[in-house]
Structure formats: C-alpha cells, structure tokens
C-alpha cells in the first residue's frame, strides 16, 4: 500500500481562521489515524495579497492548537520551475497549447455571447495553430497564455468524492482553461496539483468551495501521467443567515486567534470545530485525542453545510454557545495543574497575578480555581467574574445589588455586624463560619438567605456562584470581614 501523505495548504492572505483551522484538523486527524504524514504548504503564489504576517499568524495558530505536521513549511514560490516544468511537458505532449488571442479580442467575444444569452466558452480558435503559425506569432513577440486542451470528444470527468460520492461533468462542459497567464505566471490551480504529485499526496481534504476545481485539476493529473488521489470535499460552514461564514463578512469571531484570546482551551477549539461538519454516528460530544483518532473517518464527513450559531448583535454573544459549553466542559474536567498554568498568562495580563500562587499560596491557589471553574467557559471568566478572588478592586454586578442589596436596606447594619461574629470566631472556616451567619440570622430574626446573598455580593460581586461557606473561607477572614464591613458604601 502507497503512503498516506496529506497537505494543509493555506494561502497567507490573512489570519487563520476556524475554517482553515477545522481543514486542518481533519487533515491531521486522518493523516495521523493512518500513520501518514501532513505536508505544511504555504500557498503563497499570489504575491500581491500573500504577506510574513499572515505566514507567521497561520503557524502561530497551529501550533497553539496543538496541530503538528510532518514535513514543511514548504513555500509554493520556490517550486516555480516545477510549475513551469509540467506546463511545458503538456505543451510537448499536447495537452496544453499556446493561445494568442488578446484580451481584446476575447472580450468582444465574451460580449456577444453575452447579447445572444449564450454563455462565453473559448471559442478555441488558438487550438489547432500550426507549428508554423505558432512560431511566426511568437518570433513577432505576440503575447500568449497556454491553454489547457480539454478532451473533445464525447465523456466525461468522473470521480467519487468520498464525502460527496461520485461525480461527473463532461468534456464538453469544461473550457479550454487558461493554465499560464501571459506574462508567464502559472495559475493556482496548476501550481496546486504540480505541488500535490510532486509531495505525493494520497487524500486532498477541502472545502466543498474547491469542488469546483476538481475536475479541471483532474485533467491535470491525468494529463501529467500522475495517480489520482482521492478527494473529498467537507461542507461549508454558514452563519445562521445561511452566508458563508468569512473573514470579511464575520470579522475576529472566525479567528482562531480570537479563541485564544477569549480564553478557549486548544482542545476546546478542536473538539467544536471537529464537529462542524463531522459526526462519530453517535450522539457523542466530547473526545479526547485517542477517542478522536479513533472514531474519525471520513464517512462521518456531512455533506450538509454545518451552522455556526452566529449573533452579531447581542454584544454579549462572544461565540457559538456550543462551543463554549464544549471548552467550559474541558476548562471544569481539566487537571487543577494543568488549569493553572493556563491561568496563569490571563491573571497576569489582568494585572492579579502573584508569585505566592506558585510557591506559599500554591495550595490555596488550586483550592481557588477548582471551587470557582464549576461555573466558568473560558480563561478570560477567572478575570472577570473571578476577580474578587485575586483582588480587591472587582465590580459589583448591578443586577446582584439590586436583587441581594437594595432591597434589604438593613444589610448596612447587618453585614458588618456579621463582620463582627466573623472576626471574633477562635477558628476561621466554612463550619464555623455557616454557624455564625445562621446563629446572627435567628437572632436578627431574618432568614439567612438574606445575609449569605449579601454577603455572597459584596464579597464576590457576583449574583451566584458556588457555595458560599466554601466562598468565605476560601476569600479568607481579612477579606471577607473587609469586604463586609464596606457594604455602606452600596447606600451612599
Ligand atoms: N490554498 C488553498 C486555500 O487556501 C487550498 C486549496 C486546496 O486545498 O486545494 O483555499
């Protein structure tokens, strides 16, 4: 059996998005699933919009989702001679030949047909010059493309896409394509496959948009003497408005880079985007890399688009809630270590970090974040709504006041009076501190849950979170009995 080889080929116009994250991915995944190898191809040909920033962004974003190839970063631009070389063997054997007609004339051409309604084809007029025309107009320095010399007779190109099943579209139907433009240039869609046979790619993995292609890149191949490989185009991914999800039209929310930023985990982002157009058959969610490598094939590729629950105008909505339930799943399973150290560059970048977490306060460290992730989705959450815990400079939600404060004027006496009981118990923890706020309440005569929900809002400045004896002991009494006795300032 012939050598599994894949390639991700992105083009560095830009950063790397979830879509050519999640084309990657399932490059990956196959490639590793069969002990074969992915090829790193930079598909840098169009130098105008190709940029090292976009290059640097697309390797960066790999390597943070932990996405690793085998052979690469290859630069399509510094296999040129390739290119030309197989557009000169098709011209030798031709497959291929030289068109001189001019833009001009091509056009009038293309306006005519338009006016009879008819659709434009070349009208191959170039195809069957003599050897003699043919040098006579080169030695005048008439400018040429080469043209690709599709079949004329009867038939048609067929494959079987191993998502989208077989597939046909006859001779007739495809144009004399222009393979190298007049200035010398090879168009992409030759640079693709030369790159393709030359890396011996066995499995071309795409998005559905590169259908279109593919019959024309398979008279290439054939054309070329060279082995097929097998195709198979994924879905498309839409918005909710049923528009393909881009980079123009849905801005940072399809960047990879944005995941990170909001504080996805790697294998978060993975796990959702493998999703998105894959199904192991059954109704499972969550994999873990073995169970991934396990359940992938490409039958499970849909051949239905995949929706991207997208709301651009609810400023709450930062991503596809299902993929932070999928990262909230991992961030709340995770092990407490690891946890940390991806922490870890959030706190500090927010400003709340200390050294102690790693070496005295190691231990409350991990206490801390295993209590308060039941909760949270991304990184980002143990900044925000984690604040209180490694600050005292945190807001106070506004709809907690409203609901836990305001409506209980009184808790201006009571918390720090509760404050008070706190400061004098012999042992600070959660037993004694759940005993204090319930002996206070009877003697107030008020129910508890009154003062836990204050205390729970002035301590935390959230409306919920865990449980809040476990909440005041991890805060600690300095804190707790601070952030209690400073519930005035709430009223002034
Ligand atoms: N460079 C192409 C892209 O980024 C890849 C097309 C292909 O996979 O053949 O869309």
């Known amino acids: 059996m012939s050598e599994v080889r894949l390639r991700f080929p992105p083009s560095p116009t830009g950063y790397l998005h979830i879509g050519g994250a999640r084309t990657a991915i399932y490059n990956w995944l196959y490639a590793k699933k069969h002990n074969g190898k992915l090829v790193l191809r930079i598909e840098d040909t169009d130098a105008e ?133 007049s200035n010398g240039k090879p168009l992409y869609l030759l640079c693709n496959v030369v790159d393709d046979i030359r890396d011996r790619i066995s499995h071309i993995v795409r998005g559905q948009d590169g259908l279109a292609n593919t019959p024309r890149q398979i008279l290439i191949y054939q054309a070329l003497g060279a082995k097929l490989p097998i195709f198979a185009h994924m879905p498309l991914t839409l918005d909710l408005q049923k528009r393909k999800i881009s980079k123009r039209s849905h801005g940072e929310i399809v960047a990879v880079q944005y995941y990170r930023e909001i504080g996805f985990l790697p294998w978060g982002l993975i796990n959702f985007l493998v999703l998105l157009g894959w199904s192991s058959g059954d109704d499972r969610e969550f994999f873990s890399e073995a169970e991934l490598l396990e359940a992938f094939s490409l039958d499970g590729i849909s051949r239905s688009n995949s929706i991207f629950n997208y709301k651009k105008d609810d400023p709450k909505f930062i991503t596809d809630p299902k993929a932070l339930s999928i990262n909230g799943h991992y961030l709340q399973t995770i092990p407490i270590e690891e946890l940390a150290g991806l922490v870890k560059p959030f706190l500090q970048k927010a400003n709340i970090w200390n050294d102690a977490y790693e070496a005295d306060r190691r231990a409350w460290f991990l206490q801390t974040l295993g209590l308060i992730r039941e909760r949270y989705y991304t990184l980002v959450d143990f900044t925000t709504l984690g604040r209180a815990y490694f600050a005292d400079d945190f807001e106070i939600e506004e709809r907690a006041i409203d609901k836990n404060i305001t409506k209980n004027p009184q808790l201006a006496e009571w918390l720090p009076l509760l404050a008070d009981r706190l400061a004098a118990l012999a042992d600070y923890n959660r037993e004694t501190v759940e005993q204090a706020a319930r002996a206070l309440a009877e003697e107030l005569g008020v129910k508890p849950g009154i003062l836990i929900n204050g205390a729970r809002t002035v301590t935390t400045g959230c409306l919920a979170g865990p449980g809040m004896f476990e909440v005041l002991e991890t805060l600690g009494r300095e804190r707790v009995t601070d952030r209690l006795r400073n519930v005035a300032k709430l009223f002034a």
Not at 72 to 83: C, I, K, L, R, S
Not at 101 to 128: G, H, I, M, P, S
Not at 153 to 168: L, M, N, P, S, T
Request: charged share 30%; with cysteine.
């Open 49 to 181: 919009r190709s940029t090292q920033e976009s290059i640097d962004g697309i390797i960066d974003g790999l390597t943070w989702l932990g996405i690793t190839w085998d052979e690469g970063p290859y630069f399509q631009t510094e296999f040129a001679a390739d290119h030309a070389a197989a557009a000169k063997k098709m011209l030798d054997s031709g497959h291929a030949y030289k068109c001189f007609c001019t833009v001009e004339e091509l056009e009038a051409k293309r306006e005519a047909a338009q006016a009879a309604k008819l659709d434009f084809k070349y009208d191959k007029t170039c195809r069957n010059l003599s050897a003699a025309d043919v040098a006579a107009k080169e030695a005048a320095g008439i400018p040429f493309v080469i043209r690709f010399k599709v079949p004329e007779q009867e038939g048609a190109v067929v494959f079987e896409d191993a998502v989208y099943g077989r597939i046909e579209r006859r001779y007739r139907d495809i144009e004399d394509f222009v393979i190298v433009r």
